[in-house]
């Protein structure tokens, strides 16, 4: 079983700079990708930034550069650099990991991003 567990939201002001982590319960690096999602009040939930195992990074055009997807050297906990923040960046952000046999998600994190 694995579990996610996110951290390091909270309320920035517009154009302001948050770090969101992802600790794995275990190594992470056998996960064929580790992903930020996010959650919007009456929206879908939708794809941020997502790192693959051989550590490609891909990113919601939304995002692209400004946000930044690493991980760290133990492969157990998996960054989110958000930088340039703007309202629209408001929401519950998911840490989710795929296996390749299963998909987990992390209970979430707000952002509020308002002045």
């Known amino acids: 079983q694995v579990q996610l567990v996110e951290s390091g939201g909270g309320l920035v002001q517009p154009g302001g700079s948050l770090t969101l982590s992802c600790a794995a319960s275990?190594?992470?690096?056998?996960?064929?990708?580790m992903a930020w999602y996010r959650q919007a009040p009456e929206k879908q939930r939708d794809l941020v930034a997502l790192i693959t195992r051989p550590g490609r990074t891909n990113y919601a055009d939304s995002v692209k550069g400004r946000f930044t997807i690493s991980r760290d050297s133990a492969k157990t906990t998996v960054y989110l650099q958000m930088n340039g923040l703007k309202p629209d960046d408001t929401a519950v952000y998911y840490c989710?990991?795929?296996?390749?046999?299963?998909?987990?998600w992390g209970q979430g994190t707000q952002v509020t991003v308002s002045s």
């Open positions: 275990g190594s992470i690096f056998g996960f064929v990708a």
């Open positions: 989710n990991a795929d296996t390749g046999d299963s998909v987990y």
